[in-house]
């Protein structure tokens, strides 16, 4: 039994780590193309897609640091993408609370709700979305992306706090009234503190998915000067189009500041993420 069990373990072993080559092989070489191919001419691109350039052309990456363009994209990225992730957090964190740890009639019935919210695609309402936001004055205006992205970012943001919430033992609920904490006061003082790693996590989702929404703010926006960065990449290839290197440069430096909070975040964003399956 144990001879023959062996070489099947081997073999889902085996089979185990050729998926996980070829998974990462699928995220690794488009960022490699991407980042080496910035550092290209066209040229080089067409001859050499995956070798190192030769020579290494830095320009295009020099000439995009230095585009004002560029830099205001990046900005109005920043002030969305904070201001989204600001207004979904705290309205998540409060409602999770009070689905978490508070008994009332019709409470899971509003959390399905909720969760029927994942199912609910953004091209659906994208129009009645439109009409909503032009009648009350918000196309060319942040706030006509921040709050519909809070908005559709509640669902999965409530659920994964809610789980959370639920995790925490009743007994430091207890401790804490008997200490003089109210209810606002044990949000405040003491789960939110206690939650840190979930709210890492869908500081994370969320911000990662403002940074990367291209439909929202391609209707709401027709001041260039509000575009965000999606939109930038969209303008810069159809500008550039016959200059493919200078395109991949913009693109690998669109995604650099959503990367790096990721990998800063990383360590949160797991012990988040396995806090909420545990609750």
């Given at each position: 039994?144990?001879?023959?069990?062996?070489?099947?373990?081997?073999?889902?072993?085996?089979?185990?780590?050729?998926?996980?080559?070829?998974?990462?092989?699928?995220?690794?070489?488009?960022?490699?193309f991407?980042?080496?191919?910035?550092?290209?001419?066209?040229?080089?691109?067409s001859?050499?897609?995956?070798?190192l350039?030769?020579p290494w052309?830095?320009g295009?990456?020099v000439?995009?640091f230095?585009?004002?363009?560029?830099?205001?994209?990046?900005g109005?990225?920043?002030?969305?993408?904070?201001?989204?992730?600001?207004?979904v957090?705290?309205?998540?964190?409060?409602?999770a609370?009070?689905?978490?740890?508070?008994a009332?009639?019709g409470?899971?019935?509003?959390?399905?709700i909720?969760?029927?919210g994942?199912?609910?695609?953004?091209a659906v309402?994208i129009l009645p979305?439109?009409i909503?936001?032009?009648?009350?004055?918000?196309?060319?205006?942040?706030?006509g992306?921040?709050?519909?992205?809070a908005?559709?970012?509640?669902?999965?943001?409530?659920?994964?706090?809610r789980?959370?919430?639920?995790?925490?033992p009743?007994e430091?609920?207890?401790?804490?009234?008997l200490?003089?904490?109210?209810p606002?006061?044990?949000f405040?003082?003491?789960l939110?503190?206690?939650?840190?790693?979930?709210?890492?996590?869908?500081?994370?989702?969320?911000?990662?998915?403002?940074?990367?929404n291209?439909m929202?703010?391609l209707?709401?926006?027709?001041?260039?000067?509000?575009?965000?960065?999606p939109?930038?990449?969209?303008a810069?290839q159809g500008?550039?189009?016959?200059?493919?290197?200078?395109?991949?440069a913009?693109?690998v430096?669109?995604m650099?500041?959503?990367?790096g909070?990721?990998?800063?975040a990383?360590?949160?964003?797991?012990?988040g993420?396995?806090?909420?399956?545990?609750?």
């Open positions: 039994m144990t001879t023959s069990a062996n070489p099947a373990q081997r073999g889902r072993r085996l089979l185990l780590h050729l998926v996980c080559i070829a998974v990462g092989a699928l995220i690794v070489v488009p960022v490699w991407g980042v080496i191919g910035g550092f290209k001419d066209n040229g080089q691109l001859t050499n897609p995956l070798g350039p030769d052309v830095p295009n990456y000439e995009i230095t585009a004002g363009v560029f830099w205001r994209n990046v109005n990225s920043v002030l969305i993408a904070v201001a989204s992730t600001f207004v957090v705290a309205a998540a964190a409060m409602a609370y009070v689905f978490a740890r508070f009332f009639r409470r899971e019935f509003l959390v399905t909720f969760a029927i994942l199912m609910f695609p953004f309402a979305l439109f909503l936001l032009r009648g009350m004055g918000l196309l060319d205006n942040p706030l992306v921040i709050l519909p992205q908005a559709f970012g509640l669902p999965i943001t409530i659920i994964i706090l789980q959370f919430f639920r995790s925490i009743g430091v609920e207890e401790a804490a009234t200490d003089g904490c109210g606002f006061g044990f405040w003082r003491v939110l503190p206690m939650a840190r790693p979930a709210l890492a996590t869908v500081s994370v989702l969320a911000l990662v998915s403002s940074w990367n291209f929202l703010p209707v709401v926006f027709t001041d260039q000067s509000w575009w965000t960065l939109l930038g990449v969209q810069f500008q550039y189009s016959d200059d493919t290197a200078k395109v991949l913009y693109v430096l669109s650099i500041p959503a990367l909070f990721y990998a800063i990383e360590r949160q964003l797991i012990g993420l396995s806090g909420s399956v545990k609750g």
